[in-house]
């Protein structure tokens, strides 16, 4: 590379342009080493997840159990789910206890017959965790003793399997129902419409929310904590917005 130079100086703007453009094409190369630059080839199609959750706030744990509907797509013999850092409890294949293996990021699951393509199978599991991306709690501290509790998720691009064993890949999409236990004095917003909230044991309330319209697994929301509700509506829709319960006085100015 020579270094043009004008006047007999070297020309530093330049020098600049091409010290940017090269942190460019190291800042992109360091995202497609992040995640999977390339589609994946499928051996299943996810169609539903039924996921409850629940959390303990002292650990930083997330507490699950999913159940995921697929269809196989060509003969395998086996299921295998992304899942990073959870401890898996326990697997059934069909309400029946499955054989299991987890490595560094996946969760493999074995068929123990031969399936052919279009078979469907139900898969549940039970697992905890401590995720360290995906899922994120923000809780009181000794600097801040009064801060609202807040958990949320936020699973771009591939972040989701730090806290749910699932297809945690853009090129799939999928319904869900997501059934969130949380103390009592919570808000929580998740994918699709809200179906109830009902009492739970020791004050808590277990809230269901219910996505019909399929959608891939990044974009799976969770956020749960002590916020306040505003309602308001926008061409006869209904919008609503949240706030930390001490900044309620921020949506007083929505009216």
Same mark, same amino acid.
């Given at each position: 590379m020579t270094n043009r130079t004008i006047g007999g100086k070297p020309n530093k703007a330049g020098f600049a342009a091409l010290l =940017?453009?090269?942190?460019?094409?190291l800042c992109a190369a360091h995202v497609l080493q992040a995640d999977e630059p390339f589609a994946r080839s499928k051996d299943y199609d996810l169609e539903h997840s039924r996921i409850s959750l629940r959390f303990d706030l002292e650990q930083k744990k997330v507490i699950g159990d999913v159940i995921h509907t697929l269809s196989i797509f060509r003969d395998t013999s086996r299921i295998s789910l992304d899942s990073a850092g959870l401890h898996i409890l326990s697997v059934t294949l069909n309400k029946t206890p499955a054989t299991f293996e987890t490595t560094g990021d996946k969760l493999n699951i074995a068929i123990p017959m031969p399936v052919k393509p279009g078979e469907k199978f139900t898969v549940e599991i039970k697992y905890e965790g401590k995720p360290t991306k995906g899922l994120y709690f923000i809780l009181p501290d000794k600097d801040y003793p009064s801060r609202p509790i807040q958990i949320w998720t936020q699973g771009e691009s591939e972040d989701t399997r730090y806290y749910l064993p699932t297809y945690d890949y853009p090129n799939d999409r999928l319904t869900t129902e997501t059934i969130l236990t949380v103390p009592a004095g919570w808000l929580t917003v998740s994918n699709g419409k809200l179906i109830s909230v009902t009492d739970a044991d020791g004050g808590l309330k277990t809230w269901t929310w219910r996505e019909?319209?399929?959608s891939?697994?990044?974009l799976f929301t969770v956020v749960a904590g002590e916020f306040v509700q505003?309602?308001?509506?926008?061409?006869k829709l209904p919008v609503d917005y949240y706030a930390p319960k001490?900044? =309620?006085?921020r949506l007083a100015v929505l009216g």
């Open positions: =940017g453009l090269l942190l460019v094409f019909s319209q399929p891939s697994t990044y505003a309602k308001d509506t926008w061409r001490d900044r =309620g006085d």
